[in-house]
């Protein structure tokens, strides 16, 4: 079967730094997605990992590890827009493109 | 450039009525793929399309469910007759190139309530 894991709810405080796991157990890997979404709004995409290891985007940065069927998202210098769900999301391969996506992990920014 | 757009917002029908949700990708995105989310759960994989023709329908719930997209330009999904089970958010995504890199790019949505 497709799994994939992530924390429902994490809560932090602004200016620091969050860090939102994800597993993941699929038919095949071609590529692991981040994406952000508030709040009725559509989701906006964030990073993409396909090769292990770290790729940084500002203050987003996304890891994975292949062999671990794992990655993260790690968010600093936290600011209250950053509340919102973050979604892992996993293609898998044999040529077809659709996204698998874990429920979600709502994140909570406090002053 | 204009996002991914979705028509209408919101929806709230009787079970056993007729609903039809408007995608329309981002110009030049031969891509266009339709996901669902039910209340509490993940979003899920509907059907992909390339141009105007169906790639990859896996995901498709029943033969209730009929998703369309002449000339490779917007996307219609309609359900026919509605059912309860049927409620929940209806997402557009279309993307560019079929590449391993391809990033799909997501409309805000269509809420569907079927009451």
């Known amino acids: 079967g497709q799994n994939i894991d992530q924390p429902t709810e994490m809560t932090a405080t602004e200016g620091a730094i969050v860090q939102i796991n994800c597993t993941y157990q699929t038919s095949g890997f071609n590529g692991l997605f981040w994406y952000q979404q508030h709040a009725g709004e559509a989701p906006t995409f964030l990073s993409y990992n396909v090769l292990d290891g770290l790729e940084e985007k500002g203050r987003f940065s996304s890891f994975l590890s292949r062999s671990k069927g794992y990655s993260y998202l790690l968010l600093k210098e936290l600011q209250m827009k950053d509340s919102a769900s973050y979604l892992c999301?996993?293609?898998?391969?044999?040529?077809?493109?659709?996204?698998?996506f874990g429920a979600g992990t709502r994140l909570a920014v406090h002053p | 450039e204009a996002g991914v757009t979705q028509f209408p917002s919101h929806s709230v029908i009787e079970k056993g009525q007729t609903v039809t949700l408007r995608c329309d990708p981002i110009?030049?995105?031969?891509?266009l793929y339709w996901y669902r989310r039910v209340m509490g759960k993940e979003i899920k994989f509907l059907l992909h399309f390339v141009k105007e023709s169906k790639q990859d329908e896996s995901g498709m719930p029943n033969n209730r469910f009929l998703a369309e997209r002449t000339g490779g330009t917007y996307s219609t999904l309609k359900v026919q007759p509605a059912e309860l089970e049927d409620s929940g958010v209806y997402f557009c995504?279309?993307?560019?190139?079929?590449?391993?890199?391809?990033?799909?790019?997501f409309g805000p949505g269509t809420r569907l309530l079927v009451l």
């Open positions: 995504a279309s993307s560019q190139i079929r590449l391993a890199s391809e990033t799909q790019y």
């Open positions: 110009s030049g995105h031969d891509n």
């Open positions: 999301a996993v293609r898998g391969s044999g040529g077809y493109n659709k996204l698998i």
